[in-house]
C-alpha cells in the first residue's frame, strides 16, 4: 500500500519501532466486515438462521457479528432481506460509539452528522421507537442515503434534517439527552478498507477541517441538556482530530469523560499526543487495527455537568400538526390494518401526510426530509399509501395479506405482476414474516405498488440462501 509519506513520517515520530510496524503492517492486511440486524423487526435467532454467512459476535456490540462479504454465496444487498431493512453492513469498530452513547427509548438523541445512517438506525433500535431521534446530514446528497437506510429499517420516531449546528440550535436551544457527533475527519482509519481516502487524504488532513470538527462539538455542546452526554466520534488516527479536540473541550466547558469498557483490543487514548497531557484523556478509546479486528476509530464520551441554557426560537413552519385525522386516511386504516394511531399527532405538507406520537420541535430552516412516519398522499381521488409507510408495519398489522416465495419476492421488487387473485383493496406483501411493500387488487388486477425508485434492476447472484 503507497501510504502518503505526510502520514507515515507523522506516526513514526508519534509511535515508538515496534509499534509503528505492527501498525504499518497492518494497514497492508485485509479489512474486515460486520453487519447487525435490525431488533425492531428480528429476534437475534431469526437474525441467525437467516443470514447464514456469519461468523463470531462483535465483542462489543449488542448485536453485530463479523461477516465476510468475499466469502458470502449471496451478495446480500440485492437479497429481498436487504430490501425488508432486516440488516446494516458496517465496519465493527464502527458499531461502537452508538452502543457507548447507549440510547434509552424515551430519550431525546440527536445524531448531528448522520449519513449514511448506520449510526442512526443502531440508535433507533436502542430507543425502540419511543423518543425523539433527530437524525441530521449537512450534505443534500448524502441525506438522501440516510433518509433511505432509515425507511428500510422501519423508524418511527425520527426526523430528519438537512442542516447545520447553528439552525438545529436555533430550533432545539439546550434540548437533547444524548447526542453523537460522527464527526467529518480525515478518514485515515479507513485506509485499509477504502483505498479512495488515500488519494484524497491530504485535502482533508488540514488546520481547516480541525476547525469544522471544534465548531460542530462547540454547537453539540449547546444542544445538549445539563447532564446529558456527548459522544465524539471519528476513522482517523490523528490527534489533531481525536484527543486535542477532546482536550478543547475540557478546558473550555464543563464537563468530565467516561471510561468505557476496553477488552478485546481496545486501547486507550494518548494522553501525551495532546498538547497539555491531560491525563483525563487516557479515558478516551482507541480502536487500531493491529490491536482489535476492526479498523481504526477514536471515541470519547463526555457529561455536561454545567453551562448556560438556551430556549429555541418560535418560527413559524409550513407543516401544520393535527389532532384529528384526515377521513380518507382513516378510512384506508380502519379497512387494512389492525392499528389507530388515535393519540398521534399528524403533519401535512403539500398533500403529503406524516404523524409522530408528540409534537417535537421542528422548523423549515432546517430543510426537513421526513417527520416520524410518512403515511403517504391524498389526491383529489384517494389516500395512497406509502412505501416508507409500509416498512414500519409488522404481519399482524395487516388485514390483507399475501406471502410470497423467493422467486416471487423478486419479482415483486422488480416491479413485476404477480400471478394472484384477490378480492379488491390493499394487501400487504410479505417475505418470511416481513414486510415487503403494497399491493392493490382492483377487478382481479394485480397493482405492483413497490416504489419505483426502490425497484431491483437484476437479480445479479441474489439466490436464496434459506435452501
Known amino acids: 500500500m503507497n501510504l502518503p509519506k505526510i502520514f507515515t513520517n507523522k506516526f513514526h515520530k508519534l509511535m515508538n519501532n515496534d509499534e509503528y510496524e505492527n501498525f504499518i503492517k497492518s494497514l497492508e492486511g485485509h479489512s474486515v466486515d460486520g453487519i ?3 431488533s425492531n423487526k428480528l429476534t437475534e435467532e431469526e437474525f441467525y438462521e437467516r443470514i447464514k454467512s456469519v461468523s463470531n459476535k462483535i465483542p462489543w456490540t449488542s448485536d453485530g457479528y463479523y461477516f465476510n462479504k468475499d466469502e458470502s454465496e449471496v451478495r446480500l444487498t440485492i437479497h429481498p432481506y436487504y430490501h425488508q431493512g432486516l440488516f446494516y453492513i458496517q465496519e465493527p469498530s464502527a458499531m461502537f460509539p452508538a452502543e457507548f452513547l447507549d440510547p434509552s427509548p424515551g430519550d431525546k438523541v440527536l445524531d448531528l452528522c448522520a449519513a449514511p445512517g448506520g449510526k442512526s438506525v443502531q440508535i433507533a433500535c436502542k430507543m425502540k421507537n419511543q423518543g425523539l431521534l433527530v437524525s441530521n446530514e449537512i450534505s443534500p446528497k448524502r441525506v438522501k442515503a440516510l433518509k433511505k437506510n432509515i425507511e428500510l429499517y422501519g423508524i418511527k420516531n425520527t426526523i430528519i434534517t438537512n442542516s447545520t449546528g447553528k439552525n438545529l440550535f436555533e430550533t432545539y436551544g439546550t434540548y437533547f439527552d444524548k447526542i453523537l457527533v460522527d464527526a467529518p475527519c480525515s478518514g485515515e482509519g479507513t485506509f485499509r478498507k477504502d483505498k479512495h481516502s488515500i488519494k484524497e487524504y491530504e485535502k482533508y488532513a488540514t488546520e481547516e477541517l480541525y476547525a469544522i470538527q471544534r465548531d460542530i462539538l462547540d454547537y453539540a455542546f449547546k444542544l445538549l441538556k445539563i447532564g446529558g452526554q456527548l459522544v465524539y466520534s471519528t476513522c482517523t488516527f490523528s490527534p489533531e482530530e481525536n484527543e486535542q479536540q477532546i482536550e478543547y473541550m475540557l478546558d473550555n466547558y464543563d464537563c468530565q469523560l467516561t471510561t468505557a469498557k476496553k477488552s478485546n483490543g481496545i486501547s486507550d487514548g494518548r494522553p501525551m499526543w495532546a498538547k497539555s497531557n491531560n491525563s483525563e484523556l487516557i479515558k478516551t478509546v482507541r480502536f487500531w487495527p493491529h490491536k482489535v479486528i476492526g479498523e481504526g ?7 455536561k455537568l454545567s453551562g448556560d441554557e438556551y430556549k429555541s426560537k418560535t418560527l413559524k413552519i409550513k407543516w401544520k ?3 384529528e385525522i384526515n377521513e380518507k386516511i382513516k378510512i384506508f386504516i380502519d379497512s387494512y390494518l389492525n392499528l389507530n394511531y388515535d393519540n398521534y399527532f399528524y403533519f401535512v405538507k403539500d398533500e403529503e401526510y406524516y404523524i409522530m406520537d408528540d409534537k417535537y420541535p421542528f422548523n423549515e ?15 383529489k381521488y384517494n389516500f395512497i399509501p406509502s412505501q416508507s409507510f409500509a416498512m414500519t408495519l409488522n404481519k399482524s398489522d395487516f388485514k390483507n395479506i399475501i406471502e410470497v416465495d423467493f422467486d416471487n419476492a423478486n419479482k415483486y421488487l422488480k416491479g413485476e405482476t404477480l400471478l ?23 377487478s382481479g388486477i394485480f397493482k405492483n405498488l413497490y416504489d419505483k425508485s426502490w425497484r431491483k434492476v437484476s437479480d445479479g447472484n441474489s439466490f436464496d440462501i434459506t435452501k
Do not use: C, D, S
Not at 430552516?365 to 389526491?379: A, Y
Open 321 to 323: 400538526p393535527f389532532k
Open 365 to 379: 430552516k432546517n430543510k426537513i426530509e421526513n417527520i416520524g412516519i410518512h403515511l403517504g398522499l391524498i389526491n
Open 36 to 38: 447487525r440486524y435490525n
Open 297 to 303: 476509530h477514536f471515541v470519547a464520551k463526555l457529561t
Open 420 to 442: 394472484f387473485n384477490r378480492e379488491n383493496g390493499y394487501y400487504g406483501i410479505i417475505y418470511q414474516n416481513n414486510i415487503l411493500g403494497w399491493a392493490k387488487f382492483n
